[in-house]
């Protein structure tokens, strides 16, 4: 299947440029160049993944990002931006996106991050479908979380993540592990993306977050899951 995308740039010169390599690569591409297009389009078509230009006319990219999860919107955001801020990057993941790529960049690595990000959100879901630890329980055939028999809104990859640590449960993972795992990424880095997913996920399924049950940190390696 020829995956969708839609490419939202509004620098002419690098929307065609990215477009014409990406079709390249065989997969479908659509444009926008301004935010509320990309919004319009969003909803009113089905794309398999966004790439997201944060610096937009009519709408940011993340005002983008935070409409598109609201309404309900799952496809993987990968956001481009200049900015080489943490806030910015840590307020497009919190918003919803799924990985971020700061310009300029090289075109293997961003068809990279494309790929792995298509790679986890629409590869078959484990075997065994339905999980409970408490009050929690986890369906893999729904893409469904409940707590108390109420639904629990993850954004994409807070879900990737808990059903990653469900899979490893009893295993101390590494975050270098998890980040190569999940994000796909390959060279050493000192990024806090694992421990502010994590952070957000015991916010939604822990008791006390200050004192977790399930999702307990390993001092000096990272992260296991213990029911």
């Avoid at 398999?48 to 009519?58: G, T």
Wanted: aromatic share 8%.
């Amino acid at each position: 299947m020829r995956r969708k995308i839609l490419l939202v740039e509004d620098d002419p010169g690098l929307r065609m440029t990215l477009a014409d390599r990406l079709r390249k690569e065989q997969y479908v591409v659509e444009t926008a160049s301004t935010g509320g297009d990309a919004y319009r389009r969003g909803l009113e078509e089905s794309f398999d993944l966004f790439l997201l230009d944060l610096m937009l006319p009519e709408k940011s990219g993340l005002d983008v990002c935070r409409d598109l999860r609201q309404q309900g919107i799952s496809a993987p955001v990968l956001i481009l931006t200049a900015r080489d801020q943490t806030v910015d990057k840590v307020l497009g993941l919190k918003l919803g996106a799924d990985d971020y790529l700061t310009k300029p960049f090289e075109m293997l690595e961003l068809l990279a991050r494309i790929e792995a990000l298509l790679r986890r959100a629409y590869s078959e879901q484990p075997r065994s479908g339905l999980h409970r630890f408490g009050e929690i329980e986890v369906d893999f055939r729904k893409a469904e979380v409940t707590r108390g028999g109420k639904k629990v809104d993850l954004a994409a990859k807070e879900y990737q993540l808990l059903r990653y640590f469900l899979e490893h449960r009893g295993e101390a993972m590494t975050r270098e592990r998890i980040l190569k795992d999940i994000w796909d990424y390959r060279s050493p880095t000192t990024t806090r993306t694992v421990d502010v997913h994590v952070a957000w996920l015991r916010q939604k399924l822990e008791d006390d977050p200050g004192q977790p049950r399930w999702i307990l940190t390993v001092h000096g390696t990272g992260y296991r899951f213990q029911d």
